[in-house]
């Protein structure tokens, strides 16, 4: 019997609906499609970022150095970077629908000011009863270390919880250790993924 839901963070619940800034700043500095998110996820900094190696504002301070970048200029870049991304609140609504029934988590690999974001910019903090952040235990998804956090935290046996993540290896990490697991598209009924599962989905 399914006893927690875990979610992926960005991707999931926070999604890139606009990637016209990024592409504005790629073009201006002359780097590829994609590349801002290259250099910021993907680089060898972005991933000590992400296992909390470094901080959220060194990753950017290191941006701005590489791409020779005045304070105004990143400063404007880091802000057109994010300004696309739009918060799913009908997805929120589903997964605060969810308890207290089941419980609720979420698996990000991110960067330490997360818990931030979510506690204060966003106010969803609350909608989770257990937070695992890659930058906060230093190991980041696909590794089953951070999947058994989670379970620990949440006090759940893994073939009773159900994970969420927009990436297909993430998906495959968390089955390889008993998990169930939904990949995550814009185009999935969610809902309908758990009622298969065997979950009880308010208002669906």
Same mark, same amino acid.
């Given at each position: 019997?399914? %006893?927690?839901?875990?979610?992926?963070?960005?991707?999931?619940?926070? @999604?890139?609906?606009?990637?016209?800034?990024? @592409? %504005?700043?790629?073009? *201006?500095?002359?780097?590829?499609?994609?590349?801002?998110?290259?250099?910021?996820?993907?680089?060898? #900094?972005?991933?000590?970022?992400?296992?909390?190696?470094?901080?959220?504002?060194?990753?950017?301070?290191?941006?701005?150095?590489?791409?020779?970048?005045?304070?105004?200029?990143?400063?404007?870049?880091?802000?057109?970077?994010?300004?696309?991304?739009?918060?799913?609140?009908?997805?929120?609504?589903?997964?605060?629908?969810? *308890?207290? *029934?089941?419980?609720?988590?979420?698996?990000?690999?991110?960067?330490?000011?997360?818990?931030? $974001?979510?506690?204060?910019?966003?106010?969803?903090?609350?909608?989770?009863? $257990?937070?695992?952040?890659?930058?906060? =235990?230093?190991?980041?998804?696909?590794?089953?270390?951070?999947?058994?956090?989670?379970? =620990?935290?949440?006090?759940? @046996?893994?073939? =009773?919880?159900?994970?969420?993540?927009?990436?297909?290896?993430?998906?495959?990490?968390?089955?390889?250790?008993? #998990?169930?697991?939904?990949?995550?598209?814009?185009?999935?009924?969610?809902?309908?993924?758990? %009622? %298969?599962?065997?979950?009880?989905?308010?208002?669906?």
């Amino acid at each position: 019997m399914i %006893k927690a839901v875990i979610f992926d963070f960005g991707g999931v619940i926070l @999604r890139t609906q606009s990637w016209t800034g990024r @592409r %504005k700043w790629e073009q *201006r500095l002359g780097l590829d499609e994609h590349g801002a998110e290259q250099l910021v996820f993907n680089s060898q #900094m972005g991933r000590q970022a992400q296992h909390g190696k470094i901080s959220y504002r060194q990753l950017w301070r290191w941006v701005g150095d590489f791409l020779h970048l005045s304070a105004a200029d990143l400063q404007a870049f880091e802000a057109d970077f994010w300004a696309g991304d739009v918060l799913d609140s009908q997805l929120v609504a589903m997964i605060r629908g969810l *308890r207290p *029934r089941y419980h609720t988590g979420l698996i990000s690999n991110a960067f330490d000011d997360l818990r931030d $974001v979510l506690t204060h910019q966003l106010a969803i903090a609350d909608a989770f009863d $257990v937070i695992v952040i890659s930058a906060e =235990e230093g190991v980041m998804k696909p590794d089953p270390r951070l999947y058994h956090i989670a379970l =620990e935290r949440l006090g759940c @046996r893994p073939e =009773e919880t159900v994970f969420i993540d927009d990436f297909a290896h993430n998906i495959a990490g968390a089955q390889a250790i008993g #998990m169930h697991g939904v990949h995550f598209r814009p185009q999935v009924d969610l809902a309908q993924e758990l %009622k %298969k599962l065997g979950l009880q989905v308010e208002g669906h």
